[in-house]
């Protein structure tokens, strides 16, 4: 994390580099703009900040709060395009569903197909196939607490995930409709990545939403800071 860190109108930059910045992604705020609604993520950050050039490399959900990545120039977008393709950014997500799921860890993998509205779903079939891994943790009440490593970016492919194993997020309005919350419980917790020969790690922990900050929630996260170092198997075309 930079020394960098600033905050404007609670759009939080948390490392500014010369190449790219990583900022915190409030829950509730579109990543375009919208209508109706005003300016987006992309926008206020641009806007806020005072930047010239900047370059989205990739989205995160309006439910969705936590780390993300921009560009400060066209070089460093290609880049990142780059890294990301080759599945070289490790990103890890932090869940909450008060829905027992059919595996409490493991793999979850299958093309994803359009849905009726705005949604997604999962098929068996395997031919450009979301994959993902996750571990979870009971947090009493019969909820759990999800960690989620993506190893593709498809649309809603961590919400589709979780819905797909019996356990859909809380507050989410596409997979979990009938779910009443103070915000959707999916965030992008973690990223690491080596950009120009250097290694870059960042953790940030959800500071907003009932269900994160239990004290059982908050002693599970804190284990989780350093969620590269956890026993993920390997995933390969066959598993």
Request: net charge positive; aromatic share 12%.
């Amino acid at each position: 994390m930079s020394k960098n860190s600033t905050k404007k109108n609670d759009l939080t930059l948390i490392d500014e580099q010369s190449d790219f910045i990583i900022a915190i992604k409030p829950t509730g705020i579109s990543f375009h703009d919208e209508d109706v609604l005003g300016s987006g993520l992309f926008s206020e950050i641009k806007s806020q900040y005072g930047y010239s050039e900047l370059y989205p490399v990739h989205r995160l959900d309006k439910i969705t709060s936590g780390l993300i990545i921009f560009a400060r120039n066209k070089a460093t977008a290609i880049a990142f395009q780059q890294l990301f393709e080759q599945h070289k950014i490790q990103k890890f997500y932090l869940a909450v569903s008060d829905k027992k799921p059919n595996k409490k860890q493991g793999l979850i993998k299958g093309d994803m197909v359009k849905s009726r509205r705005s949604m997604w779903k999962l098929l068996r079939s395997q031919n450009n196939p979301a994959i993902s891994q996750f571990f979870s943790y009971s947090i009493g009440g019969g909820k759990r607490l999800f960690i989620i490593k993506p190893h593709s970016g498809k649309t809603h492919q961590i919400r589709v995930a979780l819905s797909s194993i019996g356990s859909p997020i809380i507050g989410d309005p596409n997979y979990y409709s009938n779910s009443q919350a103070d915000r959707g419980y999916l965030h992008a917790f973690a990223l690491q990545f080596t950009l120009n020969d250097t290694l870059y790690s960042y953790v940030n922990k959800p500071v907003f939403g009932n269900e994160f900050l239990t004290s059982v929630v908050s002693e599970n996260i804190a284990k989780l800071t350093q969620p590269w170092q956890l026993p993920w198997p390997p995933v390969t075309k066959n598993n």
